[in-house]
């Protein structure tokens, strides 16, 4: 039974930074792409991130101030997110599947993130 856990959630101020956790078990992690996504409120679910092996893919909106990365030895996949802005206010929740280039079958309950301005 695949289990995705997130952590590190919170309420922080515009320009503050965050580093989410996921603990991933039941699955062969570093076969997997690792992904993050959120959800602001009243807004569909959006892509972040993802990582597999080398390959890194962002979103447009936050690139060049959140950095996806993985500890295999771990089975845990990070999400640091800095210069933090209200819209980056959602829930975000941590994904899984075998290819870097869409959104796989595994998720996670999610962790609320909010920036207040």
């Known amino acids: 039974q695949v289990q995705l856990v997130e952590s590190g959630g919170g309420l922080v101020q515009a320009g503050e930074s965050l580093r989410l956790s996921c603990a991933a078990s039941g699955l062969a992690f570093r076969n997997y792409a690792m992904g993050w996504f959120r959800q602001a409120p009243g807004k569909e679910r959006e892509f972040v991130a993802i990582?597999?092996?080398?390959?890194?893919h962002y979103a447009n909106s936050v690139k060049g101030r959140f950095t996806i990365s993985r500890d295999n030895a771990k089975n845990t996949v990070y999400l640091q997110m800095n210069s933090l802005r209200p819209e980056d206010t959602a829930v975000y929740y941590c994904?899984?599947?075998?290819?870097?280039?869409?959104?796989?079958?595994?998720w996670g309950k999610g962790t609320l993130v909010t920036v207040s301005s």
């Open positions: 994904n899984a599947g075998l290819e870097p280039t869409t959104q796989g079958p595994y």
């Open positions: 990582i597999k092996s080398s390959i890194l």
